[in-house]
């Protein structure tokens, strides 16, 4: 991963590096929603794309977390 340098206009900058995330973050947002939203012309399908993936997690998490209190 890369590190960035400040100049030292500051004396507390002088010297100092932070880790550089530009390789693992995007620049724009994620805007499926929007899409979806575009693409329909309906929020109702909007509402739809956001709960089933948000729903298939929680019962997930519910059946790991059931399965790990029968075996412990």
Excluded: H
């Excluded at 939203?37 to 399908?45: A, I, L, P």
């Excluded at 089933?52 to 209190?69: E, S």
Aim: hydrophobic share 35%.
């Amino acid at each position: 991963m890369a590190t960035k340098r400040f100049n030292s206009y500051t004396p507390s900058r002088r010297n100092m590096t932070v880790l550089d995330y530009q390789e693992i973050t995007k620049k724009t947002p994620e805007k499926s929603l929007l899409t979806v939203k575009k693409e329909t012309g309906k929020w109702k399908w909007v509402g739809i794309s956001f709960l089933i993936p948000t729903l298939c997690g929680i019962i997930l998490c519910f059946v790991t977390t059931g399965v790990y209190n029968i075996f412990t």
